[in-house]
């Protein structure tokens, strides 16, 4: 294992310690930053200056309080400290060592599907930017023609979602976002157009406060969802406006549970009579995830049965882009995951195997995380063997994915299975979610 240049750069002994490995898969900096001081010798400022944090702030972590979550911090700490990025659920670091063929040392990446994964990175990339040029400033007119270029522009660069962790995509749909500010600002146009551009503001609010999201910033998460209910009742979208508040409510549910709930049922009600199609069923299994969380069996079941009524209707209007994911495959892992958190294995785990059977590698941070909702309710149905085998291939599939989320979502699982670590099954998956 090579190592950047940092004074601060953690042993390779002591990265190989079992407690250091499984401080990193937790994401628990504080015990990394005490097992570095105690069995590697660096001290607390030397992480806080290569880590680029207070050293107040690496004191009190490695005394057990707060956490770090978002990309940005827990990259910089894997720099800082030369930690190579699968240990902590990232790509691989700029600086690790590669073979003589080129491919990262990590042999967890060698399936090809990483390499696959940034050559659409790439491809959507350079589609999704080719479109609608210039930006910002630069455009002083907005009519029909650009509007529509700025609208498909904000579709194709959603697709890296499909694809790529928030950590990934945030810096992309920000910039597009503060673009769309400036135009808003800047431009002249209609007042019709004017309100398609509030509008659109209000979307790529949404689509950039997800991958802060997902990328494990929920203070940006939270003003960006917020900056987009505004955008979205100025232009009178009730639509965005409402699944403003079902992003809120997803934010919520770790933290809020109440307050989530009264935001899913209230993405809803701002909707309306508009919540058809997929938007309306998008709004609607999102209420039912509120309500499974809560324990609402009865409310769960009304608004799945919601979802799959709503999606159908609504065929004279147009699908809006950010809801066009929407069909009854999503539904349908929607309905095992709520079911899984209910408890009832005999729904959730043929309805979650079938549908995850179909899903493509590429979209393998969508495909982990579902499949932690598997291997809870196989753990739960007492199929323990089931369950390692299902956490075995989530961390092939987290592999090089910029996203906290799968990784965060299989925790609990992994931690029930330590119960069962004699079984052969189980002990290679702990080992191999150390390492």
């Known amino acids: 294992m090579n190592s950047t240049n940092s004074s601060a750069a953690i042993p390779g002994h002591v990265l190989k310690r079992g407690d250091m490995r499984d401080a990193l898969a937790r994401h628990d900096f504080g ?26 702030r690496v004191g009190s972590l490695a005394r057990g309080i707060g956490t770090i979550a978002s990309y940005e911090k827990i990259a910089a700490i894997a720099d800082g400290l030369a930690i190579p990025g699968h240990m902590l659920g990232l790509t691989p670091r700029l600086w690790e060592t590669r073979t003589a063929g080129g491919t990262p040392d990590n042999p967890r990446d060698g399936d090809g599907t990483m390499l696959r994964r940034d050559i659409f990175k790439t491809a959507a990339i350079s589609a999704g930017l080719a479109i609608g040029l210039p930006l910002g400033g630069s455009i002083r007119k907005v009519d029909t023609t650009r509007l529509g270029l700025l609208r498909q522009r904000t579709a194709t660069l959603r697709q890296l979602d499909n694809i790529l962790g928030g950590g990934d ?33 209000a979307e790529q609010a949404q689509q950039a406060g997800w991958a802060a999201f997902d990328a494990g910033d929920q203070d940006v998460a939270r003003r960006l969802y917020e900056e987009s209910q505004d955008a979205a009742r100025q232009a009178g979208d009730k639509l965005l406006e409402g699944n403003a508040y079902a ?16 935001n899913a049922d209230a993405s ?22 509120a309500h499974a969380l809560a324990g ?29 994911w929407v069909d009854d495959t999503e539904l349908q892992i929607m309905t095992g995951r ?21 899903f493509d590698d590429t979209y393998a941070r969508d495909k982990a995380l579902y499949s932690t909702w598997l291997a809870a309710s196989y753990f739960d149905a007492g199929e323990i063997e089931e369950c390692a085998a299902t956490a075995d291939r989530i961390l092939d599939l987290t592999a090089g994915v910029a996203s906290v989320r799968p990784r965060q979502q299989l925790a609990p699982v992994l931690m029930k299975l330590q119960d069962h670590k004699d079984l052969p099954e189980v002990a290679a998956v702990l080992e191999k979610a150390r390492g």
């Open 247 to 262: 992003f809120l409510a997803y934010q919520q549910l770790g933290t809020d549970l109440p307050t989530a709930v009264k």
């Open 31 to 56: 015990q990394v930053f005490a097992l570095a001081r105690q069995w590697g010798g660096i001290s607390y400022s030397r992480i806080a200056a290569a880590c680029q944090i207070k050293p107040e």
């Open 338 to 358: 709520c079911w899984t958190e209910l408890k009832r294995p005999l729904r959730a785990v043929p309805v979650l195997k079938t549908v995850l059977a179909g």
């Open 268 to 289: 809803c009600e701002a909707a309306g009579d508009t919540a058809v199609g997929s938007a309306g069923a998008l709004l609607n299994e999102r209420r039912a995830w």
């Open 169 to 201: 995509t945030f810096p992309i749909y920000l910039r597009e976002y503060q673009a769309t500010r400036r135009i808003i600002r800047d431009a002249i146009y209609t007042d019709s157009i004017g309100t398609d551009l509030v509008s659109l503001l």
């Open 296 to 324: 609402n069996a009865k409310e769960t079941a009304a608004a799945l049965d919601r979802a799959r009524e709503v999606i159908t209707q609504g065929n004279d209007r147009p699908n809006p882009d950010w809801s066009a």
